[in-house]
């Protein structure tokens, strides 16, 4: 079983930072790509960024440059990872989700958090 919990978030203000957490705790299991996907109102979900347990990485294309992604770090049956959001935009305002694979891929889609709300202020 896999269950993925974020944390951070919040209200944040444009120019400014703010930092997610998605501790994946797998028994059983073995996570092979980790992300985050995010959906603002009336839009589509979309990929902010995803990383392999071998360093292979993507990030959409509205956050390069502005948001990192830190590696897995993998202690007993967790694996964790941050995002770090900087120079906050209006629009970056969604509820992100953490997701998790089994698979190799630049789109984890096997498990999902429950998702976190960010909202960032003008």
């Known amino acids: 079983q896999v269950q993925l919990v974020e944390s951070g978030g919040g209200l944040g203000q444009a120019g400014g930072s703010l930092r997610l957490s998605c501790v994946a705790s797998?028994?059983?299991?073995?996570?092979?790509?980790m992300g985050w996907y995010r959906q603002a109102p009336g839009g589509q979900r979309e990929l902010v960024a995803s990383?392999?347990?071998?360093?292979?990485?993507?990030?959409?294309e509205s956050v390069k440059g502005r948001f990192s992604m830190s590696a897995i770090s993998s202690d007993n049956f967790k694996k964790v990872v941050t995002l770090e959001m900087n120079d906050l935009k209006p629009e970056d305002t969604a509820i992100y989700y953490c997701a998790a694979d089994l698979q190799y891929t630049s789109r984890p889609a096997n498990y999902w958090g429950q998702g976190i709300q960010v909202t960032v202020s003008s």
């Open positions: 797998q028994t059983g299991f073995d996570i092979k790509t």
């Open positions: 990383k392999t347990t071998t360093g292979g990485r993507r990030y959409g």
